[in-house]
């Protein structure tokens, strides 16, 4: 095979990957969530199965679509795709649209689906900031041409995803933006002065807002909260130590039988920790980190600036978020509701991670050698 061929091949092992570990995550939803299903009338066991069969299935219709799609058509969605995951971003607050879950308004239900636009203004927020960040060239360095637009616009989406209220998903992508803006030759004196605001005021929300303080105190000591907030942290915790270094066995865990809250989503690799062990975990972990690699790899061997950006921030997103699931069900973090990509239960979430993945690998094609 010529050179030239072989830069034309999309990156077969991202696609790998991201197929493996949404087939496991298919496994672990009807693991995880046929019990939720006992004692209910006309309770159908295999209903989170389903649409999970389903997600995945238009997960994987999305990545191969995105994979044909060339980046510079990719491009001209840069700005629609913003003002888009915006305006999406204000459906969950119109009282007839929004689904409260937990407090939070972050669904959109319409008779018969129902979608979350975070996960939308993601991949919106990452192709926005590859774009502009490219076209600025060297004029990215000033502070009027290249720091402010590309911090302001970015900030309405995450605003709006702050009032719903997810902080979670506002620091990782604001983590996302600062990385990608670093990565496009942003000056580091500019970012601090973002930076230093930034931290003032997720301190503030946590500190001033009861029930997130006690998230964080639970995190200092969850034992001594495990009736109250820490009780997520705890069962967390005893999966994984029941898992040991081999597991129970797929479909043999416990503490998905009512005791560990948000198993099938947040806390899915908690699950996996306890049937398939620690050696489970540390695959998934691998699995992750290999994707992550070959992601910054495609990156760095990208002639052309947008195309490297984009493939920056589609890595930097999926990895961080992966890293910052992990990080909390084993209590290295406040608990915070990230899901795993490609794990989690969840149709918009695994409809654009896959999307991302299909994207991320296309890339490759315009890789030099």
């Given at each position: 095979?010529?050179?030239?061929?072989?830069?034309?091949?999309?990156?077969?092992?991202?696609?790998?990957?991201?197929?493996?570990?949404?087939?496991?995550?298919?496994?672990?939803?009807?693991?995880?969530?046929?019990?939720?299903?006992?004692?209910?009338?006309?309770?159908?066991?295999?209903?989170?199965?389903?649409?999970?069969?389903?997600?995945?299935?238009?997960g994987?219709?999305?990545?191969?679509?995105?994979?044909?799609?060339?980046?510079?058509?990719?491009?001209?969605?840069?700005?629609?795709?913003?003002?888009?995951?915006?305006?999406?971003?204000?459906l969950?607050?119109?009282?007839?649209?929004?689904?409260?879950?937990?407090?939070?308004?972050?669904?959109?239900?319409f008779?018969?689906?129902?979608?979350?636009?975070?996960?939308?203004?993601?991949?919106?927020?990452?192709?926005?900031?590859?774009?502009?960040?490219?076209?600025r060239?060297?004029?990215?360095?000033?502070?009027?041409?290249?720091?402010?637009?590309?911090?302001?616009?970015?900030?309405?989406?995450?605003?709006?995803?702050?009032?719903?209220?997810?902080?979670?998903?506002t620091?990782?992508?604001?983590?996302?933006?600062?990385?990608?803006?670093?990565?496009?030759?942003?000056?580091?004196?500019?970012?601090s002065?973002?930076?230093?605001?930034?931290?003032?005021?997720?301190?503030?929300?946590?500190?001033?807002?009861?029930?997130?303080?006690?998230?964080?105190?639970?995190?200092?000591?969850?034992?001594?909260?495990?009736?109250?907030?820490?009780?997520?942290l705890?069962?967390?915790?005893?999966?994984?130590?029941?898992?040991?270094?081999?597991?129970?066995?797929?479909?043999?865990?416990?503490?998905?039988?009512?005791?560990?809250?948000?198993?099938?989503?947040?806390?899915?690799?908690?699950?996996?920790?306890?049937?398939?062990?620690?050696?489970?975990?540390w695959?998934?972990?691998?699995?992750?980190?290999?994707?992550?690699?070959?992601?910054?790899?495609?990156?760095?061997?990208?002639?052309?600036?947008?195309?490297?950006?984009?493939?920056?921030?589609?890595?930097?997103?999926?990895?961080?978020?992966?890293?910052?699931?992990?990080?909390?069900?084993?209590?290295?973090?406040?608990?915070?509701?990230?899901?795993?990509?490609?794990?989690?239960?969840?149709?918009?979430?695994?409809?654009?991670?896959?999307?991302?993945?299909?994207?991320?690998?296309?890339?490759a094609?315009?890789?030099?050698?």
């Amino acid at each position: 095979m010529q050179p030239s061929e072989a830069r034309r091949r999309p990156d077969l092992w991202i696609l790998g990957v991201a197929a493996a570990l949404t087939c496991l995550g298919v496994v672990l939803v009807y693991s995880t969530s046929s019990p939720l299903t006992f004692g209910k009338v006309n309770g159908d066991a295999y209903g989170y199965l389903k649409r999970a069969v389903v997600y995945a299935l238009l997960g994987l219709a999305a990545c191969t679509g995105a994979l044909r799609v060339p980046p510079e058509t990719v491009r001209k969605l840069a700005y629609p795709g913003i003002a888009a995951a915006a305006l999406l971003l204000c459906l969950p607050l119109v009282p007839s649209l929004g689904a409260g879950v937990n407090g939070a308004h972050r669904w959109v239900r319409f008779p018969g689906f129902g979608f979350q636009p975070s996960e939308v203004a993601k991949l919106a927020v990452v192709l926005f900031l590859a774009h502009s960040l490219a076209k600025r060239g060297d004029r990215v360095k000033s502070f009027a041409y290249g720091f402010l637009p590309n911090m302001l616009i970015p900030a309405v989406p995450l605003a709006l995803i702050l009032v719903e209220p997810d902080l979670g998903t506002t620091v990782l992508l604001a983590a996302v933006v600062g990385a990608m803006a670093l990565a496009g030759g942003v000056r580091l004196k500019h970012l601090s002065l973002a930076v230093a605001p930034a931290l003032v005021l997720v301190v503030g929300l946590v500190a001033f807002v009861p029930w997130r303080l006690q998230r964080v105190l639970a995190f200092l000591d969850p034992w001594s909260h495990a009736r109250g907030a820490g009780f997520q942290l705890v069962q967390s915790l005893l999966a994984f130590g029941n898992g040991g270094f081999w597991g129970v066995g797929l479909g043999a865990g416990r503490q998905k039988l009512y005791y560990l809250p948000e198993a099938h989503t947040d806390f899915i690799l908690s699950v996996w920790a306890e049937e398939g062990g620690l050696v489970g975990v540390w695959g998934v972990l691998a699995a992750m980190a290999f994707l992550v690699v070959r992601g910054y790899r495609i990156a760095l061997r990208q002639e052309d600036a947008f195309r490297r950006l984009l493939a920056t921030g589609l890595t930097t997103w999926i990895g961080l978020q992966a890293g910052l699931n992990a990080l909390v069900v084993t209590g290295c973090l406040p608990t915070k509701g990230l899901p795993f990509p490609f794990l989690s239960y969840g149709g918009t979430g695994l409809i654009i991670s896959l999307t991302a993945a299909g994207l991320l690998s296309g890339l490759a094609r315009e890789a030099v050698p």
